[in-house]
């Protein structure tokens, strides 16, 4: 059974710094793309960072330059490193993965961004 779960959530002044953490179970994590997605109340889910399974990264425009994704293959974790938060990175932030043709989601993160 494909597991994922985030952590490293929390509140934070704009401008400061969170690293979340997806940790995988359930599957052969070093051959899947994990995805972190977020979304705010309110809002509609939206891609933020992408890791292939060789590395190759990639971000939403808005997070480029601030966010930085990894991955660790012997400890089948994903880790999104947060930088220069802005009030508008508030969310829950979702790791995801696609096995087998169906997508898998944690549970969840919540960050807040707040004076």
């Known amino acids: 059974q494909v597991r994922l779960v985030e952590s490293g959530g929390g509140l934070v002044q704009p401008g400061g710094s969170l690293r979340l953490s997806c940790t995988a179970s359930?599957?052969?994590?070093?051959?899947?793309?994990i995805n972190w997605y977020r979304q705010a109340t309110g809002g509609q889910r939206d891609l933020v960072a992408s890791i292939g399974s060789s590395g190759q990264t990639d971000y939403a425009d808005s997070v480029k330059g601030r966010f930085t994704i990894t991955r660790d293959n012997v400890r089948w974790t994903s880790s999104l490193q947060m930088n220069s938060l802005e009030p508008e990175d508030t969310a829950a932030y979702y790791c995801?993965?696609?096995?087998?043709?169906?997508?898998?989601w944690g549970r969840g993160t919540q960050v807040i961004v707040s004076s």
């Open positions: 995801h993965v696609r096995y087998r043709g169906a997508p898998y």
């Open positions: 359930g599957i052969n994590f070093r051959l899947f793309t």
